[in-house]
């Protein structure tokens, strides 16, 4: 693998790293699972795009206990090849491939052919001034599987709600992250394939830097991974994303919806001439809401304020 020093200020000889534990400027983390016919396509691709720079990096495949070829061809190329002893999950493996490294910046791109590689130079440029770098797939969803694209426009549509921001894509495959402030979330981050989605959420929702990339999404080599299911896990770890950053995004509209029932039901009662406590109780479930949504920002606003050093 051809690679370089780092400093992002200055240019020193080339050199590459021997062990995945060297210090390098980027390191290129590929989660894999029975992905045997993509591999080294991306594995080369990611070598042929960043081999040009004057920095140093390593390519890490981080393979998530495949029964297939695809650790053998991961060992071939010019990548380190850490392993699970089973399946874990899309998110174990990019953990395990950003634990094993020693980088400032971190990228992740998926091993199924569908990201541009060559796209990894454009976005370490604007990496230098952001936490977050993004490869934005296009809006129309090209090359994404038809029966996907409802489900990720709604997830989408609730996420940019909760965050307050239009998220271009919530869970693209293709990102880099400074590595210190990424830190700061691997302990929230989930195992599966939610594992972007979460990570869009917190880097959002603690503002910091993110910028998105439009780039052209491919269609993938090989069978997909995710299944049905995984949509409503993705909704449950949306909501459970703002209740740690931003719970009164949830819990101000429900208290004022049943606000209204209440108000609508007493209005009718007193139309009728005849007042229940339903009204009452939709009144009181509303307060009851809006308390409960205060004291859990209090909690959120005490557990990510910063800590003394």
């Known amino acids: 693998m051809s690679a370089r020093p780092n400093t992002a200020a200055e240019v020193r000889p080339r050199s590459a790293p021997k062990t995945i534990s060297d210090p390098v400027y980027l390191s290129v983390v590929i989660p894999v699972y029975n992905e045997e016919g993509a591999i080294a396509q991306t594995v080369a691709g ?38 699970a002893p089973e399946n ?22 998926d091993a199924d052919g569908t990201y541009p590689a060559n796209r990894l130079p454009e976005m370490l440029e604007l990496a230098k001034s952001a936490d977050m770098v993004v490869g934005a797939r296009d809006a129309a969803m090209t090359n994404v599987a038809l029966v996907r694209r409802p489900a990720k426009r709604i997830l989408n549509a609730l996420a940019s709600y909760l965050a307050r921001r239009k998220i271009p894509d919530l869970n693209s495959g293709l990102r880099i992250f400074r590595r210190s402030t990424l830190q700061n979330f691997l302990p929230l981050l989930p195992t599966g394939f939610s594992f972007t989605t979460t990570v869009t959420l917190c880097m959002l929702c603690s503002y910091a830097r993110v910028v998105y990339l ?31 950053f931003n719970p009164l995004r949830i819990f101000i509209p429900l208290g ?10 007493l209005g009718y009662d007193i139309v009728i001439g005849d007042l229940s406590e339903t009204a009452v109780f939709g009144f009181l479930s509303a307060i009851m809401l809006w308390s409960l949504g205060l004291i859990a920002d209090m909690i959120a606003r005490l557990h990510l304020r910063p800590q003394p050093k």
């Open 46 to 83: 990611v070598d042929q795009a960043l081999s040009p720079l004057p920095i140093t990096y390593n390519i890490i495949v981080s393979d998530d206990g495949s029964t297939d070829g695809t650790l053998k061809k991961a060992e071939q190329s010019d990548a380190f090849a850490v392993t």
């Open 88 to 109: 874990s999950g899309y998110g174990a493996a990019i953990k395990c491939g950003i634990a094993a490294g020693n980088s400032e910046f971190v990228a992740i791109i």
């Open 214 to 244: 439009p780039i052209q999404y491919k269609p993938r080599i090989g069978k997909s991974k995710i299944r049905y299911t995984d949509f409503f896990t993705f909704i449950l770890l949306v909501l459970r994303a703002m209740m740690l």
């Open 256 to 265: 004022a919806a049943l606000f209204l029932l209440g108000l609508l039901k």
